[in-house]
């Protein structure tokens, strides 16, 4: 443990940040799990409405530098590409 005053604030500091990341992270990843069920269930307005909550979480969560913008723009990326296959697989049949 710090002895130092000013080790001590800096590691309070630290455990507040990192239970407000912890926070942020929990928040993007269950948006994302939101958005997977929808596609999962076959349901593509919920599909969309989803995808669309779960990329403000996560340009939010970039933002404030809990993720790196290129990660961000991997998992936006990914799940465009989940839900846009689910309604181009239902527009066909």
């Known amino acids: ?33 939101a958005v997977r069920a929808a596609v999962e269930s076959g349901n593509v307005e919920t599909a969309q409405a989803e995808l669309r909550e779960a990329m403000s979480v996560i340009h939010r969560v970039a933002s404030k530098g809990v993720i790196h913008k290129n990660q961000a723009a991997r998992r936006i990326s990914r799940l465009n590409k989940l839900v846009k296959n689910l309604a181009l697989g239902q527009a066909e049949a």
């Open 1 to 33: 443990m710090a002895n130092h005053k000013d080790a001590l604030k800096r590691a309070r500091q630290n455990d507040k940040r990192r239970a407000r990341n912890r926070h942020y992270r929990t928040r993007m990843r269950n948006r994302i799990k």
